[in-house]
């Protein structure tokens, strides 16, 4: 844990140093320390990357979580948080906000994005219900699915008939970047990661009951019907806000479970928070290595999970023997 929190307070001194325009080590030190109006470098740091670093901090923190507890829900090793139709839901949710409502500033497009994973992941709930048996996983995964299908229709519909400037806007968001946001991003984020990681640290230790499965499960004394609801809603808050403010961002809630679970096993109360600090590790990782990489300009921390992230996973999959589920 401490060489991770370590190489995360390292990522974060070079997410404040790098980008178009580089600033010396020395130079982002006092501008922490004795922040100087008058010095456009100091602007630079406080305006534009302490909150763009804040929101990679926060996103991946979420992500992270809300994988671990999609994987322990479903029992499931490929889970990731997208599957209960999250990210469509924010997807259209953006999309909408901005062609019929018009909406253009980042912090009322994280407004309409959770709103929109919240409702999204509201009705896969109510849709994964059955009256005589309750709450399935199985029928989770199938009615996120077949919603995700959905939404993502109507999102494309809407992009069909919206203004080229919507389509502009929303393939930014799409590509799953942390570039341009501010205080006010972050702050939202930061209100709904909280929310999300009290209810998901608050069913920790029933986490390991139910990756159990059911009957075990209700054997050990769970309410499984409870926990799964609590779970849910942790996914929603966190892959829901995460979403709104960067993106769909792929990778980062896969793999990052995984990787908690060779150092902590099996136990969810140490793999949400090794979940947490290295996916923010990765997340943050992958927006610095697309600054430098493609300097002056930059790629998408998403577009970077996805290149470089897809071959690692297959990497240690093959490699190293990940623990079961």
Not at 72 to 101: H, Q
Not at 119 to 143: D, I, M
Not at 294 to 310: D, F, H, N, R
């Amino acid at each position: 844990m401490l060489s991770g929190l370590v190489a995360l307070i390292v990522l974060c001194l070079l997410s404040l140093a790098f980008g178009s325009r580089p600033i010396p080590l020395d130079v982002v030190l006092d501008a922490i320390n004795a922040y100087d109006p008058s010095d456009d470098r100091h602007l630079i740091v406080w305006s534009l990357r302490v909150p763009r670093t804040a929101v990679a901090l926060l996103a991946g923190l979420a992500l992270g979580v809300s994988g671990a507890v999609m994987q322990a829900i479903t029992r499931n090793p490929l889970a990731e948080p997208g599957l209960l139709g999250v990210n469509a839901g924010a997807a259209v949710s953006v999309v909408l906000g901005a062609s019929f409502f018009g909406v253009a500033t980042m912090a009322g497009r994280v407004w309409f994005g959770i709103a929109g994973a919240g409702l999204a992941g509201g009705a896969v709930f109510f849709l994964g219900r059955a009256h005589e048996t309750g709450t399935n996983p199985v029928r989770l995964v199938l009615a996120g699915a077949g919603l995700s299908v959905m939404l993502g229709a109507v999102t494309g519909i809407v992009l069909i008939n919206a203004p080229t400037s919507v389509l502009d806007d929303f393939r930014t968001w799409a590509a799953g970047s942390v570039a341009g946001r501010g205080f006010d991003v972050a702050g939202v984020l930061a209100v709904v990661t909280i929310l999300g990681l009290v209810v998901a640290f608050s069913i920790a230790a029933n986490l390991n009951a139910i990756a159990l499965g059911d009957e075990l499960g209700r054997a050990l004394g769970l309410h499984t019907g409870r926990t799964l609801f609590l779970a849910c809603l942790a996914v929603m808050l966190l892959t829901g806000g995460a979403t709104a403010a960067a993106g769909p961002i792929g990778f980062v809630g896969l793999v990052a479970p995984h990787l908690a679970r060779t150092v902590t096993g099996p136990d969810y109360r140490w793999i949400l928070p090794y979940s947490a600090l290295l996916a923010s590790i990765l997340l943050l990782g992958a927006d610095c290595l697309g600054r430098i990489i493609a300097a002056p300009e930059e790629i998408a921390a998403g577009i970077v999970t996805a290149l470089v992230g897809g071959p690692f996973f297959i990497l240690i999959v093959r490699r190293y023997r990940l623990r079961p589920l």
